[in-house]
T-cell receptor, first 115, second 112 residues
Framework: DSGVTQTPKHLITATGQRVTLRCSPRSGDLSVYWYQQSLDQGLQFLIQYYNGEERAKGNILERFSAQQFPDLHSELNLSSLELGDSALYFCASSVDGVRVGNIQYFGAGTRLSVL | LAKTTQPISMDSYEGQEVNITCSHN???????ITWYQQFPSQGPRFIIQ???TKVTNEVASLFIPADRKSSTLSLPRVSLSDTAVYYC?????????????FGKGTRLSVIA
């Protein structure tokens, strides 16, 4: 158990809909990352939050957005869903600050199926 | 970020030692080498990290030569449960909290 909790585990929805994925980081971790893993694209970084603020942006579509709340949990919002958004979405967290060895701990993921 | 190259796949029998080598010719002075393991439909799991020479933990060993242009993950006496994808990542160890860049990884299949 990595200590990172993601809900729900599975999500089935239709095209055009909107969903919210939730992540609770490990106790004490201030950074939260979102990654998308699909069969043809591998593991892709989407976005990072650090203590409530957006820190880095990767290949995140404009239809997707995220935020990190004061209690440090994060939500990834996916809207106007398309078939191609079907994938595993992982959340990871890491210790804050300038620390050698960037080690991230991943949750079990949310499997999104868009029908 | 330093680019990494590792074999696409490897097969091994149970009980054997498996060595997976990763090339990173453009590794920078501040870069650390980190390996993750991923089982199907699960999130990647940190295995081991090192900067130079040899690092060992309860799961694996990491060998890094003096020029640091490659590294070898060594898994002793593998079992069927070690079947997974193994990723080698190279990143700035002085700047924590940066996104990880995953390549294709090495798909290890352990055969009985």
């Amino acid at each position: 158990d990595s200590g990172v909790t993601q809900t729900p585990k599975h999500l089935i929805t239709a095209t055009g809909q909107r969903v919210t994925l939730r992540c609770s980081p490990r106790s004490g971790d201030l950074s939260v990352y979102w990654y998308q893993q699909s069969l043809d694209q591998g593991l892709q970084f989407l976005i990072q939050y650090y203590n409530g603020e957006e820190r880095a942006k990767g290949n995140i579509l404009e239809r997707f957005s995220a935020q990190q709340f004061p209690d440090l949990h994060s939500e990834l919002n996916l809207s106007s869903l398309e078939l191609g958004d079907s994938a595993l979405y992982f959340c990871a967290s890491s210790v804050d600050g300038v620390r050698v060895g960037n080690i991230q701990y991943f949750g079990a993921g949310t499997r999104l199926s868009v029908l | 970020l330093a680019k990494t190259t590792q074999p696409i796949s490897m097969d091994s029998y149970e009980g054997q030692e498996v060595n997976i080598t990763c090339s990173h010719n453009n590794i920078a002075t501040n870069d650390y080498i980190t390996w993750y393991q991923q089982f199907p439909s699960q999130g990647p799991r940190f295995i081991i990290q090192g900067y130079k020479t040899k690092v060992t933990n309860e799961v694996a060993s990491l060998f890094i030569p003096a020029d640091r242009k490659s590294s070898t993950l060594s898994l002793p006496r593998v079992s069927l449960s070690d079947t997974a994808v193994y990723y080698c990542l190279v990143g700035d160890g002085l700047r924590g909290n940066t996104p990880l860049v995953f390549g294709k990884g090495t798909r290890l299949s352990v055969i009985a």
